[in-house]
């Protein structure tokens, strides 16, 4: 029953480009941004982001189950390889919590115990072991006045996720809680495969204070292959015949991520 996972393409040619054209094509010599030049390269990066809904695809049956998004966070490191000019290349590690499902299932009264006079619904939310992902992505900036600049940013980052399974079980007893059934199963897996890959895109507003330079980007990352994949059963129902399909995540994501850099020493840095 389960849908097969999309094949991964070969992603190290592609970031050892990025790599190369940022570093030799964008390097340039003189600092195109003086308000920039005095802040540090790294930085720490943090912010919610929210994963598209699931997707299940039905097979027999019809009974089904309402999919929506999740949030989440991205929290890590940002390294900008020349923060001071038009053109870069920025990486990192980030860390992820990887969601599983986020849905809600309703039970006709008549397919659940008699002390349910109406229909049953209840959510259910569940998020896998946090994945940690290595971004190589080009930016441009462009100053906008003395000390706000807007950004752009495009690439692919190379995400370390381990196998794994997650499994949701719902089960109804009766009113003397002497017989149960379990009416609602969900099974979940990650990739056989512990490294996956994604493109990722984005802009945003940097704002360059005495002391402190802020990013604020809006991103957004599209996974090569599905995220989780598997597949759901209604079953032991008291009136209605099974149901059942097969259940994705993709693992694609909009996020609002915030970066903090401090400047340096003064000493190290001129105006």
Known sequence: ?????????GLMPVLFLILFLGTELFAQKNKE????????KWGIIAGPVLYNKGKIYPQYGDYSFENFPIWSYNAGIEYDFYPDRKWSVITGIIVALEPVYNIQCTFRAEDIYDQFEVDFADKYRAYAMPSMSAPLLIRLNIQVNKRLFANFISGLKVRYFPPGEQELSVVFHNRDDTESREEF??????????????????????????N??????L????????????YY???????????????????????????????????????
Not at 1 to 9: F, H
Not at 33 to 38: G, V
């Open 185 to 210: 199963y969900l099974y979940a897996a990650s990739p056989d495969n512990s490294f996956q890959g994604s493109f990722v895109t984005g802009a945003g507003l940097s704002f360059a204070f005495h």
């Open 1 to 9: 029953m389960k849908r097969g996972i999309k094949p991964e393409i």
């Open 212 to 217: 402190v330079l802020l990013k604020s980007n």
């Open 219 to 230: 991103v957004y990352s599209m996974d090569f292959q599905n995220t989780m994949e598997g």
């Open 233 to 271: 059963e209604f079953k032991n129902l008291l009136t209605s015949p099974p149901s059942g399909g097969d259940y994705e995540s993709s693992g694609n994501f909009l996020g609002l991520l915030f970066l903090v850099s401090i400047a340096k020493n003064k000493k190290k840095y001129q105006y």
């Open 33 to 40: 941004y003086i308000a920039l030049s005095k802040f540090r």
